[in-house]
């Protein structure tokens, strides 16, 4: 899990009565903080973000003020919060986790731009292009608009992105981007978990200096390899060598790649001639060798965190553009009889890939936008409906794998309140379990929700 850093302009939340009136039954539950003004503050939230409040944070001469907090990092709070990942321009988003930020008491009560909060917020493998997005509500949902001040703080999005532009220029054309597979070069997946740093930067720049050496882990992989010989690549600086792994460690994680000890203990082909084996080879890779990086539980906890900092209140969004709209599906909903609820509420996910679509109704029909379309075909994606007629409850709820086209018909069955909040509340925590953060550490005083 990962934490990003913002800033955020004011802006200013109301809500539609349809999405209030559910929101305020069975939406996610606002935490509270008071706050003594006259000194520095850690908060620490339910599901794992972090607010650091400076002493000069609010311009307010109160000795204490109260403020609340929503946390949404999970599709199952999202939902059951109205919330979507559409721009407000019709675009799509991908979802590293959504918070909600309000003066309680006082309740008009200014953010000094000169100390603003500073937010960790926590996420999975955090990818390239992910940005600070402000949320403007509509009729039926919140929909996003990127904040004036974008830019996540992020060092290990910075350096991943720079390392993407240098894989592409100069290891793509031999190491293949699906990173489990071999192409000229082996395949790469995983292998930052299984090399050391400094090796790993003077075998990209001069391989075949460390086989000369001669290095055994290099001398070792030549004799698998040859007679390809990998490019040198002095020119790059350390910077610029981690960067690229860097993308590779992210890229592993993304792919969900499985690549282990196994695939990275060298053994030279069978027809090797191992006279020519140097004298030590202390440096081939053995599991029960394998010494961890000390700085590793370091560098973990903080790319556990997207660090951002905010000037206003509101709810904000860490996202980046799905790259993928190419490959749009038709997606039609008819519910039965939904003018017979006071209110109905009907999203459409794509959990893995961390999209949510509030879908708009004409009548018995309920589709994704004016185009009546949806991303990502033959992807898993599950449909949520809520419904609510006079202190009645109805829920439907179906996962699905979506087609080239897609007409579907749903009934709600009648349920409880209380059962849909224990529901919902489930699948949230087995959502958390995947991703509890390391909590993070400061030097302020503590406030624990």
Not at 149 to 160: C, D, E, G, H, R
Not at 180 to 195: K, S
Not at 398 to 404: C, F, N
Request: aromatic share 10%.
């Amino acid at each position: 899990m990962r934490a990003l850093l913002f800033l955020l302009p004011l802006f200013v939340i109301s809500c539609a009565p349809e999405i209030s009136s559910i929101r305020s039954e069975i939406g996610v539950e606002r935490q509270v903080f008071t706050i003594q003004t006259g000194r520095d503050t850690l908060l620490r939230c339910q599901d794992g973000s972090t607010i650091k409040i400076c002493t000069n944070s609010f311009l307010t001469t109160e000795k204490t003020v109260k403020i609340g907090v929503k946390e949404a990092l999970t599709m199952s709070d999202m939902i059951r919060e109205g919330l979507s990942t559409q721009t407000a321009d019709g675009n799509i988003l991908q979802t590293e986790g959504m918070i909600f930020l309000e003066p309680i008491q006082p309740s008009k009560l200014d953010i000094n731009p000169e100390y603003p909060i500073r937010i960790a917020l926590p996420v999975n493998n955090p990818q390239s292009g992910t940005r600070l997005y402000n949320g403007i509500p509509t009729e039926n949902t919140i929909v996003w608009k990127m904040a004036e001040n974008n830019f996540l703080n992020a060092a290990a999005l910075v350096q991943a992105e720079q390392g993407r532009q240098l894989f592409g220029q100069y290891c793509a054309a031999c190491h293949c981007t699906q990173l489990d597979q071999d192409l000229t070069g082996p395949a790469l997946g995983n292998i930052t978990l299984y090399r050391d740093k400094q090796w790993l930067r003077d075998f990209t720049r001069a391989s075949q200096e460390m086989i000369a050496k001669p290095d055994s882990l290099a001398w070792c992989l030549w004799q698998k390899w040859k007679p390809t010989v990998m490019s040198d690549f002095k020119q790059l600086s350390d910077q610029q060598i981690d960067a690229i792994y860097a993308f590779i460690e992210q890229e592993s994680a993304r792919q969900k790649i499985n690549l282990g000890p196994d695939d990275y203990n060298c053994i030279p082909k069978a027809d090797t001639i191992w006279t020519d084996t140097p004298s030590s080879p202390a440096s081939i890779y053995h599991e029960a060798d394998f010494t961890p990086d000390p700085f590793e539980k370091e560098r973990s906890q903080l790319n556990q965190y997207l660090f951002g900092t905010y000037d206003g209140w509101g709810w904000y969004n860490c996202d980046r553009l799905l790259q993928a709209e190419n490959s749009k599906i038709l997606f039609v909903l008819e519910i039965d009889n939904p003018e017979e609820f006071d209110v109905i509420q009907v999203h459409l996910s794509y959990p893995e890939e961390k999209i949510l679509y509030s879908l708009w109704q004409s009548g018995k029909t309920f589709f994704p936008g004016e185009d009546y379309k949806a991303a990502l075909p033959q992807k898993k994606a599950k449909i949520t409906a809520i419904g609510l007629h006079d202190k009645t409850w109805y829920y439907y709820e179906k996962e699905i794998i979506l087609g080239p086209e897609n007409r579907l018909h749903a009934t709600l069955k009648k349920t409880t309140k209380l059962a849909m909040k224990k529901q919902f509340k489930t699948k949230k925590a087995e959502e958390l379990k995947k991703s509890k953060p390391v909590p993070y550490e400061s030097n302020c005083l503590v406030q624990q929700q």
